[in-house]
């Protein structure tokens, strides 16, 4: 595969001559929805021989989904060969230790179809509560922690997961080692039963990072403890903040930095965010970003026909456009670049591999480039 970035003045026609592949071989490749509209700074992946010499690194890929039944099991027989696990978001933990349900019989079916290790994603957390106070009533009783990793093991058996990922977040700094302690017990009752543990941490840059979001996350006990942990390397360009690159590799590199030190680099999945936002300019306090795929900001950046900037220290693209009532827009996405700068680093820190957060945004030139960097390990 190559990267070519759209020039002024260049078509598909010019762009397909100069690398001797025919225009619909690009058109697939990209999913381009108009071919006869292409703007400048639009990264295209080219299809050619790969100019990869020797073996490719061995990784583990995993995504989450948040979409569930068919629509969720349909997500995963698309990419379903470039995974190595998938974790449904989310069975959320209850004050008494019980679990919500989930609608996962079709998904569990797509990923058996595609040998994917199925492991079984639960927080405390959700759309309208921090889960701060939930946190702390699981954490300090080990009579509701016994009850939870019951119940996480009845699902578990019933439904066929194969391991566990506990994704604790806004917990109270106080409940920091009572949360290692859980870890260490839900390891304790998954190990012998054949079930693997995980966790997801809040991107660290410092052991002594302040803040709701991370005091609790013992980046050392986490890679001490559990199997594999997710690094939550995202969502810097928040939803209800203002514009800015949702994944930037400068920051990102701050976390990993940080991360190796204490964490094996064998255990570290590499977390990528596979959407985009729009942010309504200027930012005001309490307004939401619009958020999509990334075929979606490439038609936007058609559609108003603005050229397409790529930020050099976040590696990340972004365009600003004005729309029909006269509104000033920033759009952060992906695209062929990013993607590649992010494989670059996996391979740079020799991690375990890549998480994705979340599919249901198509990205079509991702998966052609992570086949073409990586072996995609299959557990199963």
């Not at 936002?277 to 619009?290: H, I, K, M, S, T």
């Not at 494989?343 to 998966?367: A, C, E, T």
């Amino acid at each position: 595969m190559q990267i070519h970035v759209v020039k002024e003045g260049e078509t598909l026609w010019t762009i397909s001559h100069h690398y001797g592949v025919t225009m619909n071989e690009i058109v697939a490749a990209n999913q381009l929805e108009n071919p006869d509209k292409l703007v400048i700074g639009q990264a295209l992946v080219i299809p050619t021989i790969s100019q990869t010499t020797g073996p490719k690194p061995v990784i583990d890929v995993n995504a989450y989904t948040i979409n569930t039944g068919e629509t969720g099991a349909k997500e995963i027989q698309e990419v379903g060969k470039y995974l190595t696990y998938w974790m449904p978001f989310v069975y959320s933990i209850q004050e008494d230790g019980g679990l919500t349900s989930l609608d996962d019989t079709a998904m569990l079916q797509s990923a058996s179809a595609e040998r994917i290790v199925p492991i079984m994603a639960i927080t405390n957390f959700s759309a309208t509560a921090a889960g701060s106070g939930l946190a702390h009533t699981i954490l300090a009783s080990s009579e509701l922690q016994d009850k939870l990793l019951t119940n996480i093991l009845s699902v578990m058996k019933e439904k066929g997961y194969q391991g566990v990922n506990i994704d604790f977040e806004n917990v109270f700094p106080a409940d920091r080692e009572n949360y290692n302690q859980f870890l260490q017990r839900a390891v304790d009752r998954m190990h012998p039963e054949g079930y693997s543990v995980s966790s997801a941490l809040a991107p660290k840059i410092s052991g002594e990072q302040k803040g709701l979001l991370y005091e609790a996350h013992d980046y050392e006990a986490h890679g001490r403890i559990v199997d594999f942990v997710v690094l939550m390397t995202y969502e810097w360009g928040y939803r209800r903040g203002p514009a800015q690159a949702i994944s930037p590799l400068n920051e990102i590199k701050r976390v990993l930095d940080y991360a190796v030190t204490v964490i094996p680099r064998d255990k570290i999945l590499f977390g990528f965010q596979i959407y985009a936002r729009d942010w309504l300019l200027p930012f005001v306090q309490g307004q939401e970003a619009e958020t999509f795929s990334q075929q979606e900001a490439i038609r936007r950046a058609v559609q108003y026909k603005v050229a397409i900037q790529y930020d050099p220290i976040a590696k990340s693209p972004f365009f600003r456009y004005t729309d029909e009532q006269g509104r000033q827009h920033e759009v952060w996405f992906e695209d062929a670049r990013s993607a590649q700068a992010k494989f670059d680093m996996v391979k740079d820190y020799h991690l375990r591999g890549i998480s994705y957060w979340v599919l249901g945004y198509p990205f079509p030139q991702n998966w052609l480039l992570l086949e073409d960097n990586f072996t995609i390990r299959k557990r199963i």
